[in-house]
């Protein structure tokens, strides 16, 4: 019964708020329509705020910024049951401003409201500017360590990453006496081998030695090319692969054996498969069929390894997926399990905003790609698609890769047949972690020179300082031919390509963004032909310091 008198009271002081603005602003006929409209004993009784005055705004420090503003009733009422917007406290101290009382009405009301919003902007943007300013500089990956040229022949390398197993998948004698310095007797239990895996257009998935660059197990369960290939948390052995064929497998690449199928997901490519991070409880997997299927880890050691969990249903394409999680306080982002929210962010073509989806309550929350500070009509539109996502190491800040090529400024075009490309395009946008809060944008990392074909891949480094993204040569740019013998007076990376200076700048990039000084801070002379993919392991305790690079040029690179 209190909640229902309280409410009614919340009613009349917004129609005696309401009516008092139209009579002050003398919209007669709207304020007879509303008289007509709102039951007549709502208007009859004494108006609480008839002799209100509001408190005087004044500009404070940030410690006094928290003291609300404070009106009292001209009637006697349980004054807790007035609050204004935002928990702004109750209507219970009269003050006026110059010794004259000031009428409270609703116009005041939002500019106060208004004005808390702007303070409470303002304070959010202070913490996040110093955040990013504590991160810092350092080092990034940006010399060659290792090139594998062709691994899959004359065709294309779609994805290629790092893996750590143990045992060797084939032990030889030249592993076990290269790596084993801590076992007398060469037990192969104690040998940690280092593989790469790559996938290419020839719909083969391969598993090479880094070292001896040989193929240690060859894949072709599927009949389309692998786009997407994930480690699983909970057992080296097995990945999980998705491919344009439609389908997902977990595949055991030791045995070289399919653990679980799943031909059915999905209607059309699979084009993003991965495990939640840690122990692997969720599997989620995004198609072109508009859709993301989230699978479950079953509890039946009989049964199948996954079982279906959630599927949800988009108005697009799903481009992009990412686990995250969220921790009650984000200094602490190694709590103990069972004190974080598990996300899983999803970019969709031609939506304008980033979805989180809350993995545990199956709901979804969604940020305008456009920032905060958009207004409502322009966040219906976003001529951009998010490409890539993933969370920053510190799980404070979401990168995402647009396939934006349109210019930085002036009006949005309205059909993709109105794109203009320029030098300017390929935005690269850092946002603050379940917000729409921008925190960077970069722009001119476009890669791809048509708009509507791109692959704008980025992946971190160091700790959350950096971010690697792919971009393509400087147009226009040429520099004068250098005899073989000067490479040694390139920077490293140029130098072990061996390549000249006038191909160097031929080349596709890899570009450095600073997210402390929010600039482009390197450009560093990488593949013949657009780079596919990048990965990279910045929280792995002995990857961290690698990065992978595959390319059209059919060539997979490791920096470090």
């Not at 061996?498 to 593949?527: C, F, M």
Request: with cysteine; charged share 20%; proline share 6%.
């Amino acid at each position: 019964m209190a909640s229902s008198s309280a409410t009614l009271r919340d009613v009349i002081v917004a129609a005696h708020l309401v009516r008092q603005f139209l009579t002050s602003q003398g919209f007669t006929k709207t304020l007879a329509t509303f008289e007509d409209e709102v039951p007549s004993q709502w208007l009859t009784l004494p108006s609480p705020i008839a002799n209100t005055t509001h408190a005087r705004v004044e500009t404070q420090s940030a410690d006094s910024e928290d003291q609300p503003l404070q009106v009292t009733p001209a009637v006697s009422i349980d004054q807790t049951l007035y609050r204004t917007p935002y928990g702004r406290g109750h209507f219970d101290i009269v003050t006026e401003k110059d010794g004259v009382a000031e009428q409270f009405d609703l116009l005041s009301l939002l500019q106060e409201v208004q004005r808390y919003k702007n303070v409470q902007h303002q304070a959010q943007d202070q913490v996040i500017d110093q955040s990013v300013l504590d991160i810092g500089t350092g080092y990034y990956p940006c010399n060659v360590r290792d090139i594998f040229d062709r691994p899959h022949g004359n065709n294309n390398v779609l994805f290629a990453r790092l893996h750590e197993v143990s045992p060797p998948l084939l032990p030889t004698a030249l592993t076990l006496d290269r790596d084993t310095v801590t076992s007398s007797q060469n037990d192969p239990s104690s040998v940690t081998q280092r593989v790469l895996i790559t996938t290419g257009t020839d719909k083969k998935v391969l598993v090479w030695d880094v070292e001896s660059h040989q193929i240690l197990q060859t894949l072709t369960h599927h009949s389309g090319p692998v786009v997407t290939v994930d480690v699983c948390p909970f057992n080296q052995d097995l990945i999980v692969t998705g491919s344009l064929d439609g389908s997902a497998a977990i595949v055991n690449i030791r045995s070289g054996l399919v653990v679980q199928w799943f031909k059915a997901l999905a209607r059309r490519f699979i084009v993003r498969a991965l495990f939640s991070p840690d122990d692997g409880q969720y599997l989620a997997c995004a198609s072109y069929d508009h859709t993301v299927h989230i699978l479950v880890r079953s509890a039946d050691t009989t049964g199948p390894l996954y079982r279906p969990y959630q599927t949800f249903q988009f108005t697009g394409a799903v481009e992009a997926l990412c686990f995250a999680r969220s921790y009650p306080d984000p200094e602490t982002t190694h709590s103990a399990p069972g004190q974080f929210t598990l996300y899983l962010l999803c970019g969709i073509r031609h939506d304008p905003f980033l979805h989180y989806i809350d993995v545990g309550q199956r709901d979804i929350c969604r940020y305008s790609l456009l920032g905060h500070r958009s207004f409502s009509d322009d966040a219906l539109h976003c001529p951009w698609t998010p490409m890539d996502i993933s969370v920053s190491p510190c799980g404070r800040f979401v990168c995402v890769s647009t396939d934006d090529r349109t210019t930085a400024s002036g009006p949005a075009p309205s059909t993709p047949k109105a794109l203009t490309l320029t030098p300017d395009g390929g935005r690269v946008i850092v946002f603050w972690f379940l917000s729409d809060r921008v925190v960077r944008q970069f722009y001119n990392a476009h890669c791809g020179s048509d708009a509507l074909v791109s692959y704008p891949r980025h992946c971190w480094a160091t700790q959350s300082k950096y971010i690697i993204v792919n971009g393509e040569p400087e147009p226009h740019s040429t520099l004068e031919a250098v005899d073989d013998d000067s490479s040694a007076l390139l920077p490293a990376s140029v130098a072990k390509l061996s390549v000249t200076a006038n191909e160097a700048a031929e080349r596709y990039v890899l570009q450095v963004l600073e997210l402390a000084t929010g600039k482009i801070v390197d450009r560093i002379p990488a593949h013949q032909n657009l780079i596919r993919s990048l990965w990279s392991a910045p929280s792995h305790s002995s990857l961290s310091s690698y990065l992978v690079s595959a390319s059209f040029d059919k060539s997979v690179i490791i920096w470090g």
